[in-house]
């Protein structure tokens, strides 16, 4: 298979390109302000199928739609009159931006794209590239995360080269992304509204704007595949790189100590002495024989949520058989980066 196409978003041949790509049914990996995302033609079987096929990701796992516009919205959905208003309250507050909305989908909208489910989830990106590029192709663009079903997720187009050079047809490079971490996952079809995957756009900030409860979905282990997931991002293990992932309480003593005195001896599968990596907060006192990641301020959540993908893969590129991760304290966008943490860190089944 020839190699991916490696595009630049400042350039508009570049864009038109990528846009033609999408129109003949290939797959195009792009920057949102989230995470860099694997589009495809959100309407064709088949070009969804080569998403599913580029990840290897199961058929249960339902995918996001991401628009140019709501104007578009009717073209996959169909909203009943009583929804309306709470729905246009979500629109009017968070679009464009970092939350999806689980709608009732309507006949044009293939099943893989939501594992047969009755909502597929939708979002409108505010990153001006996945803008562009929406409104060039003129498609709604199915796009989950560009890695390898449960990797870490990517958040530079040479992360996505790094799972999917040669599997996909393009990826257009816009540079970093900017907040780093998935959308926030919201299905206001009910009361209360089910939160399944917590993001920038936080639970406050949605009763805010709607004034109506919020349940927050509960991940339950289970050791049987399932016929399909209610929403995109609430798998029990995701976002997992190929080191082992410890998490310690949000203090340096709980950092250290877990390292000196636990961490060793629950690794029996490792080597005598595993290599560590740590995703350091700015300050925090370095152990001279862990490699560390400047992580950023331990109270700039932004910036914990923005770098977290960055740190998790370049420990995992220089070796390290352990990453050692303190958990920021709950609330507001820490939730997200605990979500986020706590899923990469569960074994594997």
Same mark, same amino acid.
């Given at each position: @298979?020839? *190699?991916?196409?490696?595009?630049?978003?400042?350039? $508009?041949?570049?864009?038109?390109?990528?846009?033609?790509?999408?129109?003949?049914?290939?797959?195009?990996?792009?920057? &949102?302000?989230?995470?860099?995302?694997?589009?495809?033609?959100?309407?064709?079987?088949?070009?969804?199928?080569?998403?599913? !096929?580029?990840?290897?990701?199961?058929?249960?796992?339902?995918?996001?739609?991401?628009?140019?516009?709501?104007?578009?919205?009717? &073209?996959?959905?169909?909203?009943?009159?009583?929804?309306?208003?709470?729905?246009?309250? *979500?629109?009017?507050?968070?679009?464009?931006?970092?939350?999806?909305?689980?709608? $009732?989908?309507?006949?044009?909208?293939?099943?893989?794209?939501?594992? =047969?489910?009755?909502?597929?989830?939708?979002?409108? /990106?505010?990153? /001006?590239?996945?803008?562009?590029?929406?409104?060039?192709? =003129?498609?709604?663009?199915?796009?989950?995360?560009?890695?390898?079903?449960?990797?870490?997720?990517?958040?530079?187009?040479?992360?996505?080269?790094?799972?999917?050079?040669?599997?996909?047809?393009?990826?257009?490079?816009?540079?970093?992304?900017?907040?780093?971490?998935?959308?926030?996952?919201?299905?206001?079809?009910?009361? #209360? @509204?089910?939160?399944?995957?917590? =993001?920038?756009?936080?639970?406050?900030?949605?009763?805010?704007?709607?004034?109506?409860?919020?349940?927050?979905? &509960?991940?339950?282990?289970?050791?049987?595949?399932?016929?399909?997931?209610?929403?995109?991002?609430?798998?029990?293990?995701?976002?997992?790189?190929?080191?082992?992932?410890?998490?310690?309480?949000?203090?340096?003593?709980?950092?250290?100590?877990?390292?000196?005195?636990? *961490?060793?001896?629950? @690794?029996?599968?490792? /080597?005598?002495?595993?290599?560590?990596?740590?995703?350091?907060?700015?300050?925090? /006192?370095?152990?001279?024989?862990?490699?560390?990641?400047?992580?950023?301020?331990?109270?700039?959540? !932004?910036?914990?949520?923005?770098?977290?993908?960055?740190?998790?893969?370049?420990?995992?590129?220089?070796?390290?058989?352990?990453?050692?991760?303190?958990? $920021? #304290?709950? =609330?507001?966008?820490?939730?997200?980066?605990?979500?986020? *943490?706590?899923?990469?860190?569960? $074994?594997? &089944?």
């Amino acid at each position: @298979m020839p *190699l991916t196409l490696h595009l630049d978003a400042s350039h $508009p041949a570049d864009l038109d390109r990528a846009a033609a790509i999408l129109r003949a049914d290939g797959t195009v990996a792009f920057a &949102t302000e989230t995470v860099y995302g694997l589009g495809a033609n959100a309407l064709s079987p088949a070009a969804i199928a080569k998403i599913f !096929e580029a990840k290897q990701r199961p058929s249960w796992d339902p995918l996001i739609v991401h628009l140019a516009s709501t104007d578009d919205l009717s &073209t996959i959905t169909s909203i009943p009159v009583s929804l309306q208003p709470r729905i246009a309250a *979500l629109v009017e507050a968070f679009w464009p931006g970092p939350l999806t909305l689980l709608l $009732p989908r309507n006949s044009q909208i293939p099943d893989a794209v939501t594992a =047969g489910r009755p909502l597929v989830g939708v979002r409108i /990106p505010s990153h /001006p590239a996945a803008q562009a590029l929406l409104r060039l192709a =003129g498609l709604p663009i199915a796009a989950p995360s560009a890695n390898t079903f449960g990797h870490t997720s990517p958040t530079t187009a040479q992360h996505v080269l790094a799972d999917l050079d040669g599997r996909i047809d393009a990826v257009l490079d816009a540079g970093p992304t900017t907040v780093g971490l998935e959308s926030t996952v919201l299905d206001p079809t009910q009361t #209360p @509204m089910i939160l399944y995957r917590p =993001g920038a756009i936080t639970a406050p900030q949605l009763l805010a704007a709607v004034r109506v409860p919020i349940q927050i979905h &509960t991940i339950r282990p289970s050791h049987s595949f399932p016929a399909s997931l209610p929403s995109p991002g609430v798998g029990i293990r995701h976002y997992a790189p190929r080191a082992t992932l410890v998490l310690t309480g949000p203090t340096p003593d709980e950092l250290w100590n877990r390292a000196a005195n636990q *961490l060793f001896a629950q @690794m029996p599968s490792q /080597p005598a002495t595993p290599r560590l990596g740590v995703l350091l907060p700015t300050g925090w /006192p370095r152990l001279a024989t862990a490699t560390v990641f400047d992580w950023g301020s331990w109270n700039d959540y !932004e910036t914990l949520a923005a770098r977290l993908f960055t740190g998790i893969r370049s420990l995992d590129d220089q070796g390290v058989d352990v990453i050692l991760c303190p958990l $920021p #304290p709950s =609330g507001g966008l820490a939730d997200a980066i605990r979500d986020r *943490l706590q899923k990469a860190a569960r $074994p594997k &089944t």
